[in-house]
């Protein structure tokens, strides 16, 4: 089988597995990270994203294992936060539509 390329989350490392490919998509914020292996460049915006979507239930996961955190430190700064409150958000979502009828409703 031909290696996949992982350009998914800032990643910049050839894979030979396809499964490893979908370990590293599907990775969780903390110490043991793939953003903390020697070389490995730092999380960006698509994994900002994708820990922010996941935020929920990393939290509760986090309680229990000490491994896993909500946030990723390793990261390039506003454009990692920036993908995890765009992230967060969708996960946890939003009040405005309720918001503006609420005012709609009650002017």
Do not use: K
Not at 10 to 17: C, D, Q, R, V, Y
Not at 47 to 63: D, E, K, Q, Y
């Amino acid at each position: 089988m031909a290696p996949v390329t992982a350009e998914t989350f800032g990643e910049s490392h050839t894979l030979s597995h396809p499964e490893e490919s979908l370990a590293n998509i599907l990775a969780v914020a903390g110490p043991n990270s793939t953003y903390r292996e020697p070389g490995a460049r730092p999380a960006g915006f698509w994994a900002g994203f994708w820990h922010g979507l996941i935020m929920p239930i990393t939290f509760f996961v986090s309680l229990a294992n000490p491994g896993v955190r909500i946030y990723e430190t390793h990261n390039r700064g506003r454009l990692y936060d920036f993908g995890f409150v765009l992230g967060a958000g969708g996960s946890l979502g939003s009040s405005g539509h309720e918001a503006s009828q609420y005012t709609t409703l009650n002017a």
